[in-house]
């Protein structure tokens, strides 16, 4: 069992940045990708960005140009989200996916503010 553990969401005003951290457990298969999704309520869960422990990208064309995805290691996610705007809000999840498995944090919430 793979747990992801979240942190930096919060409260921002438009235009503002936020940093979203997740790390996983140990136990994991190295050859990954880990990456950002976001729900809105009665909305379906959608892409953020992603990135492969090899450094593979994808990201939302909503999110091109403000949000960047990081990876220290094969064990973590960052994402850094700048120019945020109200649009933005969401529950925001973090993944885990292997040739094997296929896991989910418990979601952190972000608020922008207009």
């Known amino acids: 069992q793979v747990q992801l553990v979240e942190s930096g969401g919060g409260l921002v005003q438009a235009g503002g940045s936020l940093r979203l951290s997740c790390a996983t457990s140990?136990?994991?298969?190295?050859?990954?990708?880990m990456g950002w999704y976001r729900q809105l309520p009665g909305k379906q869960r959608e892409l953020v960005a992603t990135m492969s422990s090899g450094g593979s990208t994808n990201y939302a064309d909503s999110v091109k140009g403000r949000f960047t995805i990081s990876r220290d290691n094969a064990r973590t996610v960052h994402l850094q989200m700048n120019s945020l705007k109200p649009e933005d809000t969401a529950v925001y999840y973090c993944?885990?996916?292997?040739?094997?498995?296929?896991?989910w944090g418990q979601g952190t919430q972000v608020t922008v503010s207009s």
């Open positions: 993944n885990y996916r292997s040739s094997l498995s296929d896991y």
């Open positions: 140990t136990n994991i298969i190295r050859i990954n990708t």
